[in-house]
């Protein structure tokens, strides 16, 4: 596994019929994207109940600069002018610290592009939002326990939007953020981002545990650089992609201390967001990946979410029943209107912008050669009589830069195919997204500063043509 990592993220010579592979990818994800555009604005202009108004993203259309306008110049200019190879000659603990550092940068600087009342201060106050709810917390397990009975909309007592669409665990974030000082939208904004930016630690850790620290040090331009920090700064989704980031880089790690720590994490995930039901696949991925002890691991892991699961039910909420009220709460508001035909295409076009032009190419190289072998093995050879399919070792041997962002695909295609993420995906995906940028790690070292610059000008141009709502 190390050699085939290790060859993932090695410069090596690409011919320049491989770089046309990426320029088709590149013209298919435009095609996409300019399609969902105009698609979304006739729909719009036919009331189609879209609820989007710069569809596929959930904005509205807003040229403007800020003072985070040149400072975000500046963060990029430096990423992709040394960002590559800095993180390919520095010490492993300066480039974590660097990378998180920058990355706070960047989302900082995206995000007083709009002020920094508008930016930060305003940005989680909303009626829709948790800290509407906050202060009347004053009980904590009496929140718990009468949690679900208020999810159903249309009652005098209905949580709020945001609230009601997730598990306590998102507004009990914020409770106990006011309960030691932090309380109000600016305290609020800035965890959004200085936890956020965690990511870029916890996606590099996980790589190097799976033994793959070449990849590790390739992808962190990339996740530095993230065009999703555009809504990292400031909604909670950024918060969610840092505790499910963490939580699978403790599972990754040895020890079963670590794995158990990584299981409580992943559970309280669990409790975040009704859809990380689907972290699952990255974390089996994870487990299966890891070069010792898996089954201990993944022992320790369900002991830890079980545990996690089991205080949430001592204080009254049972998760399955959340979600079934959530599915109602969904359709009572604009998930009713909103298309499934267009959306179940145009988020994947959100996607793109979220994750960046990268994507595609990445995938491509990363997932087209371990496609190619799955069928070749899958073709009839036959070893002592019998089919020869993939084992499990196998399966590792594809090594994490395949599997990892394998996973993610297929989490973001469940939610995605469910019915139950129709639009503002581009913040809702981010946990998964920055997973599918671990793909990354299969690009040529000659177009890696081209395709940092791309990703750099894709967050601009959304962050200056478009106003985001979290």
Excluded at 70 to 99: C, E, K, Q
Excluded at 297 to 317: D, E, K, S
Excluded at 432 to 450: C, D, G, I, M
Aim: charged share 10%.
């Amino acid at each position: 596994m190390a050699s085939t990592t290790a060859h993932a993220a090695a410069p090596g010579r690409t011919t320049p019929r491989r770089h046309g592979g990426d320029l088709l990818v590149l013209g298919l994800e435009a095609a996409l994207l300019g399609v969902a555009v105009l698609v979304g604005a006739l729909l719009n202009a036919r009331g189609s109940g879209l609820h989007a108004d710069a569809a596929p993203l959930y904005a509205t259309w807003r040229p403007h600069v800020g003072w985070g306008s040149p400072a975000a110049l500046v963060v990029a200019v430096a990423v992709v002018g040394w960002g590559a190879r800095w993180a390919r000659t520095a010490r492993w603990g300066h480039l974590l610290a660097a990378a998180w550092l920058t990355a706070v940068a960047w989302t900082m600087s995206l995000a007083l592009v709009d002020g920094w009342s508008a930016g930060l201060t305003r940005r989680l106050t909303p009626q829709a939002e948790y800290l509407h709810e906050v202060p009347g917390v004053t009980d904590i397990p009496t929140m718990l326990a009468g949690f679900a009975g208020r999810i159903v909309d249309f009652q005098p007592d209905s949580w709020s939007t945001h609230t009601a669409g997730h598990p306590p665990g998102a507004l009990l974030i914020f409770v106990w953020l006011d309960r030691v000082g932090l309380g109000g939208g600016t305290a609020a904004a800035l965890a959004c981002v200085l936890l956020g930016a965690t990511i870029a630690v916890s996606v590099p850790v996980t790589l190097r545990a799976l033994g793959a620290p070449d990849a590790a040090r390739t992808v962190v331009p990339f996740l530095v650089l993230l065009p999703g920090a555009v809504w990292v700064g400031a909604s909670a989704d950024g918060i969610f992609a840092a505790v499910v980031a963490a939580g699978l880089a403790l599972l990754a790690v040895r020890g079963r201390v670590a794995a158990l720590a990584g299981g409580a994490v992943l559970g309280f995930a669990l409790h975040l967001s009704y859809g990380f039901l689907l972290v699952g696949v990255l974390a089996l991925a994870v487990v299966a990946l890891r070069r010792t002890h898996r089954l201990g691991a993944l022992l320790a892991a369900a002991i830890g979410v079980a545990a996690v699961t089991a205080v949430f039910v001592a204080a009254g909420f049972h998760w399955w029943d959340g979600y079934q009220l959530v599915v109602q709460r969904y359709y009572q508001g604009w998930a009713a209107d909103r298309p499934y035909a267009y959306w179940v295409w145009a988020n994947l076009a959100a996607l793109l912008l979220s994750a960046g032009p990268v994507l595609g190419p990445a995938l491509r190289r990363a997932l087209g050669p371990a496609l190619r072998r799955a069928l070749t093995a899958a073709r009839g050879r036959r070893v002592g009589g019998r089919l020869a399919l993939p084992a499990a070792a196998g399966v590792r041997a594809a090594g994490p830069t395949v599997l990892l962002p394998l996973a993610a695909l297929v989490a973001v295609l469940g939610a995605d195919l469910s019915g139950l993420s129709k639009a503002e995906v581009e913040r809702i995906w981010l946990p998964f997204v920055v997973w599918l940028l671990v793909a990354t790690a299969h690009l040529p070292a000659t177009s890696r500063r081209w395709w940092l610059a791309a990703q750099a000008l894709t967050a601009l141009a959304v962050n200056h043509l478009l106003w985001t709502v979290s």
